[in-house]
């Protein structure tokens, strides 16, 4: 019987709380971001507040699929990491969960949400994007509210151009007005220029009702006939003057049959059908075409009378000579025939080419929106495998480094995601390469943190990668030691210097054998069996079992002169590799070898001074321990 027990709904109740927090605040990331996308079809249309409830409505439904991989991931980092501040992470591994047991009850929360991610986006996403860019199309048709500037031409009112020198805000008064009336057409356009004006709207929103006063009017009288050498025109001066224009100023929203045959806006079974459906018609048109170009195969042709079609000889006639023998009009004639004969079958099969690259193109498009609602969904159960052992990695809660962390690994995916699609979309990859190589990324991704932090590596530690870093560009610590607060055993000075003349004598005899100073036998370096260098192992051991000992001395004089010891890495100076084919192979690599072959030669220099040095401090200390005793 399956029980749940009080861990799995802590963890559940600790991973819902931030993923409802971190959804909406994600929502509201994108909505802004789409927001800004369309902020022109907005701004200056006098939308009423309905109409913008509709647009962030269906918006906000629209980015829900994107909105709840970033939310996963950002509560999931933010969760693990809390747990490992607190310290509560520690108290599970230490009372025997591994950390996949901990995540267990997260896993089935998540590959829920990944079924709901699925379901919304295949019943209710093509809907609520049907409407939303049905609403965005209207806006864009609708027209902008009357807000003439100042010393420039407004030509937001069709038919109209309007320039006015100044204005008054607070009476709507308009100074040296200039228009010119082009609804006829530019040979019949009317000027009129007053010295000052109003703009009104009518009760009904559908004309703009225009007062001018102490004006000049100018206009055309341009006859049907172009014949007319002289052009006819009128003027009028006028005290006032008033009139009305066409200016539907009413939102209107169109039909949402606009957009019912984009690939967005349709489930996955109407994907189908409609991939289906295009796929029959572009073969069919695909055949048409190859029979106009081909007309030997035709269908009513067996596949013998096609054949003796081919093979037939072809009569013959000298089309050079019959172009010769014609007179000068007759060759511009049939030379003007064959280019344009030529241009209309370019027109022609450019036509056709372009129709078919159009069929395909939407094929495409219906095909990677198929694939999209399972790559948005599938992303969620990814963003969880990597914010869940990454923040149990990083250990830090709240919402500073998990933000940057959620931030960076979205933009990449997002990246990764977007260079696919298109890729996909455009032909130039193939559909479920494209459309699913950012799956394949996040899931190599979140399989390597997760194996890492169930082994509690040191995966994003700092530490370890300073460490690795010094030890190959040959940085090493320094030795500090400090005086302890409790000493259970005081150092043995009698035997301690017989110790270090041990040491002494190690160090003397190693210089003198190995020759640290001179340049090693390229060849012999290679060649070799690899071995460990027994030798300096030992004297390290002595070195470091000295000079722990010497550690719990009271004395600080004693203290300082221990700090003085090297700390020796004792394989630095050998070779690279414990295999001798690893070896060969860097020698024989020539520039790989020389860079491995100096760096050897430098480190035995180091190291040579590194034993004087051990010998220097021997002296000091063994004189330190005289006045001691």
């Not at 407004?154 to 151009?161: H, L, R, T, V």
């Not at 007309?295 to 037939?312: C, G, N, Q, W």
């Not at 193939?430 to 899931?443: D, I, Q, R």
Request: aromatic share 12%; proline share 3%; charged share 20%.
């Amino acid at each position: 019987m399956l029980r749940i027990k009080k861990l799995d709904l802590f963890i559940v109740k600790s991973f819902g709380t931030l993923l409802i927090g971190t959804f909406f605040i994600c929502l509201f990331i994108f909505m802004m971001q789409f927001l800004w996308r369309y902020v022109e079809e907005l701004v200056g249309k006098g939308l009423s507040m309905d109409v913008m409830a509709k647009f962030f409505y269906y918006s906000g439904l629209g980015l829900v699929p994107m909105a709840m991989p970033l939310a996963i991931l950002l509560a999931s980092l933010i969760t693990f990491g809390n747990f490992g501040e607190r310290y509560e992470l520690l108290a599970m591994k230490t009372a025997g969960i591994s950390l996949l047991h901990i995540m267990r009850p997260l896993i089935v929360v998540v590959i829920l949400l990944c079924g709901v991610s699925f379901l919304f986006q295949n019943l209710i996403g093509p809907n609520a994007y049907k409407r939303l860019y049905t609403l965005i199309y209207s806006m864009k048709q609708s027209s902008p509210e009357v807000d003439i500037p100042e010393g420039v031409f407004y030509s937001e009112i069709k038919g109209y151009n309007i320039m006015v020198d100044r204005k008054d805000r607070k009476t709507g008064m308009l100074y040296d007005v200039l228009i010119y009336d082009m609804k006829d057409g530019f040979d019949n356009a009317r000027i009129l220029n007053a010295r000052e004006g109003r703009i009104e709207m009518t009760s009904d929103r559908k004309h703009l009702y225009l007062h001018l006063y102490d004006g000049e009017m100018f206009e055309n009288l341009r006859s049907r006939s172009d014949r007319l050498e002289n052009v006819p025109y009128r003027t009028e001066q006028f005290r006032e003057k008033h009139t009305l224009i066409e200016f539907d100023s009413e939102f209107n929203m169109a039909d949402e049959s606009v957009m019912s045959n984009q690939a967005i806006s349709k489930t996955m079974l109407m994907l189908e059908t409609s991939i289906d459906s295009m796929s029959i018609r572009n073969d069919s048109i695909g055949r048409v075409y190859y029979r106009d170009v081909a007309p030997v195969y035709t269908v009513s042709h067996t596949k013998e009378d096609s054949i003796r079609a081919l093979s037939a000889p072809a009569t013959d006639c000298n089309t050079d000579s019959l172009f010769r023998a014609a007179t000068l009009a007759q060759k511009a004639k049939i030379l003007t025939s064959a280019v344009n004969r030529a241009d209309g079958l370019s027109s022609e099969w450019t036509m056709k080419s372009i129709q078919v690259q159009n069929n395909d193109t939407s094929i495409r498009r219906h095909w990677t929106e198929w694939h999209r609602k399972f790559t948005y969904a599938v992303s969620c159960l990814l963003f969880f495998f990597i914010g869940a052992p990454l923040g149990a990695i990083i250990r830090k809660g709240g919402l500073g480094m998990p933000v940057i962390v959620s931030v960076v690994l979205f933009i990449f995916y997002y990246i990764i995601e977007n260079v696919g699609y298109k890729m996909a979309r455009d032909g130039k990859w193939m559909m479920f390469f494209g459309m699913w190589l950012s799956t394949v990324v996040l899931a190599a991704l979140g399989a390597f943190l997760t194996y890492k932090s169930n082994k509690d590596s040191v995966v994003l530690n700092a530490d370890a990668y300073i460490e690795w870093f010094k030890r190959v560009a040959g940085i090493r610590p320094v030795r500090h030691i400090f005086r302890k607060e409790v000493i259970i055993e005081d150092p043995d000075y009698r035997h301690l210097p017989q110790r270090l003349d041990e040491l002494t004598q190690a160090c003397r005899n190693y210089s003198a054998s190995h020759a640290l100073y001179k340049l090693p036998n390229y060849y012999k370096l290679w060649v070799t069996e690899s071995d460990q260098d027994t030798s300096m192992t030992e004297i390290n051991n002595l070195l470091e079992s000295v000079v722990d000992e010497m550690s719990n001395t009271r004395s600080k004089v004693l203290l300082n002169a221990l700090n003085a010891y090297p700390i020796i890495p004792v394989s630095a100076h050998t070779k690279p590799f414990d295999k001798l084919w690893l070896n060969l192979l860097a020698g024989i690599c020539l520039p790989v070898g020389l860079v491995f072959y100096f760096r050897i030669w430098i480190f035995r220099r180091r190291l040579h001074k590194d034993l004087q040095q051990i010998i220097f401090t021997n002296q000091n200390v063994i004189s330190i321990i005289s006045e001691l005793k």
